[in-house]
């Protein structure tokens, strides 16, 4: 298996109900650290047009995708699609909370919620 990308900077949105919108997602945690396709197939050990498949929302065979998202960092979490919304709330603000922590680390207080 590949190596794992290091990658910075914001999130997209997680709900990917379609290839394409998971397409969108890949390619931003990729675009985000700055790193060219052919480099991330590269460290993926998986070839540039597999990775340029999926990232455009082509399908592709499971055992790859799960390849690209340890290679990127990432998980799949799936939920009935009735606590979707719960779900993506609570992400939220998981994500809220990560950022107020910074901010007080930064500024050595605790800084209000958005």
Same mark, same amino acid.
């Given at each position: 298996?590949?190596?794992?990308?290091? $990658?910075?900077?914001?999130?997209? *949105?997680? *709900?990917?109900?379609?290839?394409?919108? !998971?397409?969108?997602?890949?390619? *931003?945690?990729?675009?985000?650290?700055?790193?060219?396709?052919?480099?991330?197939?590269?460290?993926?050990? =998986?070839?540039?047009?597999? !990775?340029?498949? !999926?990232?455009?929302?082509?399908? $592709?065979?499971?055992?790859?995708?799960?390849?690209?998202?340890?290679?990127?960092? !990432?998980?799949?979490?799936?939920?009935?699609?009735?606590?979707?919304?719960?779900?993506?709330?609570? =992400?939220?603000?998981?994500?809220? $909370?990560?950022?107020?922590?910074?901010?007080?680390?930064?500024?050595?207080?605790?800084?209000?919620?958005?």
């Amino acid at each position: 298996m590949g190596r794992t990308i290091r $990658t910075e900077g914001e999130d997209v *949105h997680p *709900h990917a109900s379609n290839m394409e919108a !998971l397409g969108r997602i890949l390619r *931003h945690r990729r675009t985000t650290g700055g790193i060219k396709l052919i480099d991330a197939a590269d460290q993926l050990r =998986i070839s540039k047009s597999a !990775l340029s498949r !999926l990232e455009n929302g082509k399908s $592709t065979n499971i055992e790859m995708l799960f390849t690209v998202l340890e290679g990127l960092g !990432l998980n799949l979490l799936v939920t009935d699609k009735a606590e979707t919304k719960d779900a993506l709330e609570a =992400i939220q603000r998981c994500r809220d $909370t990560n950022d107020d922590v910074k901010l007080a680390r930064t500024y050595g207080k605790t800084w209000p919620s958005k």
